[in-house]
């Protein structure tokens, strides 16, 4: 809606009282346009639990939020952040129409309000983050990776199970082709070389350590501290006859040890906690050989901000996805130069696009599998984190580190381009 334009109360002949809460009062329509107000107006009409509609005056609306109960407006009020996604994940708010493009819509107005700094630090207190302590990081992770391999083989690329950000050179390649693509990225800007030894921290399913091996010919030692992907990624190494030269560790990435040719990290850092990232630096560089390599593949932001309250507390706990500056924190109290840095954010909210578009195809079963506020939940959380990368809140940062007395690097990146993907 333009400045200065007013909210309109529209109220269908049809309406009537629900058991929501009754018929709607001016109160409720006064919360209501403070809350637009409030999201600087934006192009949405909210249908309130008898009927009554609350229209913008321009443009014309393309998605309706459908506030099913008097006490969902009060809760959603209380605490946007956090409560709409646990209000739209047991269906007392419903959004009608482009889900993404409502979300992406969001993100951008949401950036440009002011909060009074009493709401701000009140905000922040309430929807304060996890500790990532030794135990804490156990915990967290269990709550989101050990959901159960057959959940994620719903809708993840099949051949290699990567719930990271894939790399789409062509806008045509299927999701299989674009993880498998990702995988060669990062290997190309390691300069992987056959019998290089490689440390992984935090290695997910396991794809990317038997990718190096079976590939570029690396020996890998890979980290994780999720029991489930732990165990789905040892049987795949050993039914696929790499067991003698990948071997998946379940343990924390502080208690690497050992000496590297390479040190690699893709999706990890968001669950690592600022206040760790010294101690991360330490561990890199007492593992990694003088002329080493490493690379650390990560959910930024441009500008420090917590995630989402409600991602972190329903989905990933303890999640924070840093700026490039706090991710210097890990370089510059060891003794270590950053030799590249790419963001490949439109990347992600492809690979998100196809993550929800096979979710949906799986929906039925993953409501079996748990509930249906579970499916609405996770609905939100893939539709809400392409909205995310698609509107600029999210970022996604791969920095290519080494000591910094190695002069051993590369004068151009015409590495990472020139010819093709090995067989």
Same mark, same amino acid.
């Given at each position: 809606?333009?400045?200065?334009?007013?909210?309109? /109360? #529209?109220?269908?002949?049809?309406?009537?009282?629900?058991?929501?809460?009754? %018929?709607?009062?001016?109160?409720?329509?006064?919360?209501?346009?403070?809350?637009?107000?409030?999201?600087?107006?934006?192009?949405?009409?909210?249908?309130?639990?008898?009927?009554?509609?609350?229209?913008?005056?321009?443009?014309?609306?393309?998605?309706?939020?459908?506030?099913?109960?008097?006490?969902?407006?009060?809760?959603?009020?209380?605490?946007?952040?956090?409560?709409?996604?646990?209000?739209?994940?047991?269906?007392?708010?419903? %959004?009608?129409?482009?889900?993404?493009?409502?979300?992406?819509?969001?993100?951008? &107005?949401?950036?440009?309000?002011?909060?009074?700094?009493? /709401?701000?630090?009140?905000?922040?207190?309430?929807?304060?983050?996890?500790?990532?302590?030794?135990?804490?990081?156990?915990?967290?992770?269990?709550?989101?990776?050990?959901?159960?391999?057959?959940?994620?083989?719903?809708?993840?690329?099949?051949?290699?199970?990567?719930?990271?950000?894939?790399?789409?050179?062509?806008?045509?390649?299927?999701?299989?082709?674009?993880?498998?693509?990702?995988?060669? =990225?990062?290997?190309?800007?390691?300069?992987?070389?056959?019998?290089?030894?490689?440390?992984?921290?935090?290695?997910?399913?396991?794809?990317?350590?038997?990718?190096?091996?079976?590939?570029?010919?690396?020996?890998?030692?890979?980290?994780?501290?999720?029991?489930?992907?732990?165990?789905?990624?040892?049987?795949?190494?050993? !039914?696929?006859?790499?067991?003698?030269?990948?071997?998946?560790?379940?343990?924390?990435?502080?208690?690497?040890?050992?000496?590297?040719?390479?040190?690699?990290?893709?999706?990890?850092?968001? =669950?690592?906690?600022?206040?760790?990232? &010294?101690?991360?630096?330490?561990?890199?560089?007492?593992?990694?050989?003088?002329?080493?390599?490493?690379?650390?593949?990560? %959910?930024? !932001?441009?500008?420090?901000?917590?995630?989402?309250?409600?991602?972190?507390?329903?989905?990933?706990?303890?999640?924070?996805?840093?700026?490039?500056?706090?991710?210097?924190?890990?370089?510059?109290?060891?003794?270590?130069?950053?030799?590249?840095?790419?963001?490949?954010?439109?990347?992600?909210?492809?690979?998100?696009?196809?993550? &929800?578009?096979?979710?949906?195809?799986?929906?039925?079963?993953?409501?079996?599998?748990?509930?249906?506020?579970?499916?609405?939940?996770?609905?939100?959380?893939?539709?809400?984190?392409?909205?995310?990368?698609?509107?600029?809140?999210?970022?996604?940062?791969?920095?290519?580190?080494? =000591?910094?007395?190695?002069?051993?690097?590369?004068? #151009?990146?015409?590495?990472?381009?020139?010819?093709?993907?090995?067989?």
């Amino acid at each position: 809606m333009r400045k200065g334009k007013t909210a309109q /109360l #529209s109220i269908p002949q049809a309406a009537g009282r629900t058991a929501g809460g009754g %018929i709607s009062r001016p109160l409720d329509h006064w919360l209501v346009r403070r809350m637009l107000a409030w999201m600087h107006e934006p192009p949405v009409v909210v249908r309130l639990w008898d009927g009554t509609e609350i229209r913008p005056s321009t443009p014309a609306p393309e998605v309706t939020m459908e506030i099913r109960d008097r006490g969902a407006l009060l809760t959603l009020l209380l605490n946007p952040d956090l409560n709409f996604g646990d209000l739209y994940s047991a269906g007392r708010i419903e %959004i009608h129409g482009d889900l993404t493009g409502f979300l992406v819509e969001m993100y951008r &107005r949401l950036n440009t309000r002011g909060d009074a700094p009493f /709401l701000r630090a009140a905000r922040a207190w309430i929807n304060r983050p996890r500790r990532n302590s030794l135990s804490g990081s156990q915990d967290n992770i269990h709550h989101h990776y050990d959901l159960g391999n057959d959940f994620y083989r719903l809708w993840l690329d099949g051949e290699h199970m990567q719930y990271t950000c894939a790399y789409y050179p062509d806008a045509s390649l299927t999701l299989e082709q674009a993880q498998a693509a990702k995988m060669d =990225h990062v290997c190309r800007k390691l300069r992987l070389r056959p019998g290089d030894t490689v440390v992984e921290a935090g290695c997910g399913w396991g794809g990317l350590a038997r990718f190096m091996a079976r590939h570029y010919g690396a020996r890998v030692r890979a980290f994780n501290i999720s029991r489930e992907q732990v165990a789905f990624a040892r049987d795949r190494a050993a !039914r696929e006859g790499l067991g003698d030269r990948v071997e998946y560790v379940q343990d924390d990435y502080r208690n690497i040890e050992g000496h590297y040719d390479v040190f690699v990290s893709v999706g990890m850092l968001e =669950h690592v906690g600022t206040l760790q990232y &010294r101690e991360l630096g330490e561990v890199i560089r007492r593992s990694l050989r003088r002329d080493g390599r490493g690379l650390i593949h990560t %959910i930024g !932001r441009n500008r420090p901000k917590p995630l989402n309250a409600w991602i972190e507390k329903r989905i990933f706990p303890g999640a924070y996805p840093p700026t490039l500056r706090q991710m210097m924190d890990i370089f510059e109290n060891t003794p270590f130069s950053v030799l590249d840095v790419e963001n490949l954010r439109l990347h992600y909210a492809r690979t998100l696009h196809h993550w &929800r578009e096979r979710f949906e195809q799986h929906c039925e079963r993953v409501g079996e599998m748990f509930d249906e506020q579970f499916v609405r939940a996770w609905r939100l959380y893939l539709h809400g984190s392409e909205a995310a990368f698609s509107a600029g809140e999210l970022q996604l940062f791969q920095v290519v580190f080494a =000591h910094h007395h190695n002069n051993d690097i590369p004068a #151009s990146r015409a590495h990472l381009y020139d010819g093709r993907m090995p067989p």
